[in-house]
Nanobody
Framework: QVQLVESGGGLVQAGGSLRLSCAASGGIFSTGAMAWFRQAPGKEREFVAAISRSGGSTDYADSVKGRSTISRDNAKNTVYLQMNSLKPEDTAVYYC???????????????????WGQGTQVTVSS
């Protein structure tokens, strides 16, 4: 069973930066594509960014494109989300998600992901 543990959330002022990390248990062959989603109060969970199994392909939501970078270190079985120029509307709980190892390509739909972390809170003050 794969477990995902997020870290790196916190309180930051508008215009600041944060780097989220997600460590996956189960070994380097346990996960395929990985992604970040977020959920703001009263809203549905939405796609933020995804990265393929190899790290060679990435995908971003329009709302974060140009401000965020997703990356992964397969040796550490960890995925990262670097977020810059943060805005108050980025405030949400950020969730890490992973597809099973056989699914190497990125996806932006929640139902395509098999494993989820518990989430980490990101709060951006104006």
């Amino acid at each position: 069973q794969v477990q995902l543990v997020e870290s790196g959330g916190g309180l930051v002022q508008a215009g600041g930066s944060l780097r989220l990390s997600c460590a996956a248990s189960g070994g380097i062959f346990s996960t395929g594509a990985m992604a970040w989603f977020r959920q703001a109060p009263g809203k549905e969970r939405e796609f933020v960014a995804a990265i393929s199994r190899s790290g060679g392909s990435t995908d971003y939501a329009d709302s974060v494109k140009g401000r965020s970078t997703i990356s992964r270190d397969n040796a550490k079985n960890t995925v990262y989300l670097q977020m810059n120029s943060l805005k108050p509307e980025d405030t949400a709980v950020y969730y890490c998600a992973a597809r099973r190892a056989v699914y190497r390509s990125t996806a932006s739909r929640r139902e395509m992901y098999d494993y989820w972390g518990q989430g980490t809170q990101v709060t951006v003050s104006s």
